[in-house]
């Protein structure tokens, strides 16, 4: 195309919580390329993903494109009257002959907030339960949990720019961010050639490894021991902020008696490290006028990830550093919005803003907004859903842009809960693993096709704007929500995503001042913001927490629940890579993409190949106690010693057939980062 043919269309890449700006570049109704934008979080950058794997899709062949009812075990094309008629009667016969709460919904964490707002909405005000949640569950749900117990909010303390710009250490945990969060790892390198300092704690030998001060390999599932091993030494040689103790935090006596326990000698050995590195790094995290802690999934997705979460909260109160620029605990959040389904409410337990269901003057205000009595019952989580859907306590599912059959651990128990559902709806761009076990199917559309807002990992509302128009029968996400809203007696008039913004506005005192006049005039706001006249917060918990004085949460490390044994002698640890995101429903229709790396892989250490005969590119089968997958072997040393990776992209030798379904108790988050398995030659 040439430059003059093409209109550029402002938006927000559609893949992960990054939030870089780009335009979109439209030539008769299509898109035709991307180019980086200046946003505050990317500074011009952009990734493989973002540049090349987020636009071709939406004009993929291959898109749901009108409503899908199954009869006799085939879908069929369906008018939507005949669709939304069926799904109203459906899930209004369930709510009167088992309750309320025997329907569920999971909103979509690549949707726009305002799409996530009015989709709670539908859940509480239509169906009337809190049973909805978002894919938050299975990434972060243990950071909106833990920040939100120790410092009274649950998002990332300090934005992008400020933990990657001069600053002298970064303390990186359970984080790939080069192949995560790609901008953000960039925008490290660059932070590391300016002088800052890194260390590395993570089971394999990720690239920021290379530019690492120290790097531990620390093994799966030991964070808390290695957090309290830190605290261990930090107390020992008097480098904590005593003062910033005293004045700001609560619970600390019984942490220190707590960590006594973890000498580096002790913690060493549970974590596979070295006692020294421990002090070393402590030692010099303690010292660092400015120094973030980022992590990620490997700190989230356990059986203990909560209290995993607590105890990086804990090391950063020990020495002062959480309310202070270049410092704070800040966990890189997964998908686009997935910070925004979390804000929007898409949570059993909270409205809007992290409001509390169980507050009876937050339900009243709700009630009061939406003109309809609300259920006091705190909702199930999405982990608790499907277990309660084999029990027969779940009978209607309203899934909205997720895709559980690939994406939650032990697929198999996922599709034994989808086949015991009296009646499933999935809303999807496309024919997925999981709208197979539908009973009826909704077109969804797609960020390029809509307006809206997504947050980022760093809590900035961002605009996403529609480049084109939508075809055929499609209707927007949101106008099929009034639609089922409506048919279902909860009488509502359609909005726009501008109006719904109001709304949102109106009803959530941390967006109070946000609107897409304030955006679309090229303001940048970061939530809490309060009112039209603030700017918005960009560093949190800056002279007070969010619940008033710090919390030190007391965690004692306690052992993932499936380790390596004779049967399944290796730990598989699983994780993201830079060319595609989550299921390839979107960077899987780049055909360069899929040249790169179109198939399902699994590392291994070299020594560990040798012994079993398996060289670099062999067909391998990876077999645990929940079943058996093909892959190929990448050989090398990234990965120690009885220790193998594997990412979750792949359909075919999907990885989640063979992790665990064990849930961490507060949270629920699953444990996808540990699980035993076996390897052998195909
Ligand atoms: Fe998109 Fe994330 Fe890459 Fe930025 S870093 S372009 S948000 S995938």
């Known amino acids: 195309y040439r430059a003059w043919e093409v209109k550029k269309v402002r938006t927000t890449c559609p893949h992960c919580a990054t939030g870089c700006q780009m335009d979109l570049l439209v030539k008769n109704n299509r898109i035709v390329g991307v180019d980086p934008a200046d946003g505050p979080s990317n500074r011009g ?13 939406i004009h993929s062949g291959d898109r749901l494109t009108h409503p899908l009812i199954k009869r006799d075990g085939k879908f ?24 309320a709460d025997a329907n569920a919904g999971f909103s979509c964490s690549r949707a726009p907030n305002e799409d996530n707002y009015i989709f709670q909405k539908m859940m509480r005000a239509a169906f009337g339960t809190n049973n909805v949640d978002n894919c938050a569950r299975v990434c972060h749900s243990a950071s909106v949990h833990g920040l939100a117990t120790t410092l009274g909010s649950g998002a990332m303390t300090n934005p992008i720019r400020d933990i990657t710009e001069d600053v002298d250490l970064i303390l990186l945990i359970g984080s790939n961010p080069t192949e995560a969060h790609p901008v953000v790892g960039t925008q ?37 021991a290695f957090a309290n091993a830190m605290i261990h030494v930090i107390l020992g040689e008097g480098l904590a902020d005593m003062d910033y103790i005293r004045e700001r935090t609560e619970g600390y006596e019984e942490l220190a008696e707590i960590v006594k326990d973890y000498t580096p000698e002790k913690v060493a050995e549970i974590c596979h490290i070295d006692a020294e590195d421990i002090r070393k790094a402590a030692r010099m995290y303690a010292r660092a006028k400015k120094a973030p802690i980022i992590y990620c999934l490997g700190v989230t997705e356990h059986s203990t990830g909560t209290e995993g979460v607590m105890s990086l909260s804990n090391l950063a109160m020990v020495v002062g550093k959480i309310g202070k620029s270049g410092c704070g605990i800040n966990p890189l959040r997964g998908q686009n919005n997935v910070q925004g389904a979390c804000d929007m409410g898409c949570m059993p337990y909270d409205f809007p803003g992290y409001q509390k269901v169980a507050n009876k003057e937050v339900r009243e205000k709700f009630e009061r907004a939406w003109g309809v009595p609300l259920s006091e019952t705190t909702g199930l989580m999405s982990t608790q859903v499907l277990p309660e859907a084999i029990e027969g306590k779940i009978k209607g599912l309203y899934i909205f842009g997720e895709d559980p059959m690939v994406t939650d651990p032990d697929t198999g128990h996922v599709a034994k809960s989808l086949e015991s559902l009296d009646f499933l709806v999935v ?7 999981t709208a197979q076990y539908a009973d009826v199917i909704l077109p969804g559309t797609s960020y390029g096709e809509k307006e809206g807002t997504f947050s980022n990992t760093e809590r900035r509302v961002q605009r996403v704007r529609k480049a084109v128009t939508l075809e055929g029968e499609m209707r927007l996400d949101t106008d099929i929500f009034y639609d089922v809203m409506n048919r279902m007696g909860y009488s509502c008039e359609k909005k726009t995503a501008a109006e719904i913004m109001d709304e ?20 940048t706001l970061q939530w809490p913001c309060l009112d039209k006249e603030s700017k918005g917060t960009y560093i949190m918990h800056v002279g007070k927490f969010s619940r008033g004085l710090g919390y030190f949460y007391p965690a004692k490390y306690r052992p993932s629940k499936e380790l390596p044994d004779n049967e399944y002698p290796f730990m598989m640890v699983t994780g993201r890579m830079l060319y595609h995101y989550n299921t390839r429903a979107m960077t899987g229709r780049t055909e360069g993409l899929n040249e790169i790396c179109g198939d399902s892989y699994i590392e291994i250490n070299q020594g560990d190949a040798a012994m079993l005969g398996i060289r670099d590119g062999d067909k391998v089968k990876v077999s645990s106690r929940r079943g058996e997958i093909e892959s190929r072997a990448v050989v090398g040393d990234k990965m120690m010693p009885s220790e193998v990776f594997m990412t979750f992209h792949f359909a075919d030798g999907n990885v989640n057939k063979i992790t665990n379904f064990v849930i961490d108790d507060i949270a629920r988050i699953p444990e996808y980062k540990v699980c ?7």
Request: proline content about 3%; charged content about 30%.
């Open 45 to 57: 950058l952009l990734c493989v993903k973002g540049k090349f794997g987020s636009y071709k899709f």
């Open 76 to 99: 069929e094309k369906a008018s939507w009257d005949e669709a939304l008629d069926l799904i109203a009667s459906r899930f209004t016969e369930i709510r009167k002959k088992y309750g």
């Open 188 to 224: 490290i390198r660059q932070a590391i050639r300016r002088g800052t300092q890194i260390i590395v704690v993570d089971p394999r030998k990720i690239d920021l490894v290379k530019d690492a001060v120290i790097h531990m390999p620390i093994k799966a599932g030991t964070n808390i």
């Open 427 to 433: 809303q999807e761009l496309f024919m997925t693993e």
């Open 504 to 523: 949102i506005a109106s009803v959530t005192p941390a967006f109070g001042g946000i609107s897409f006049e304030r955006l679309d005039r090229g303001e």
């Open 676 to 682: 035993a398995v076996s390897v052998k030659r195909a």
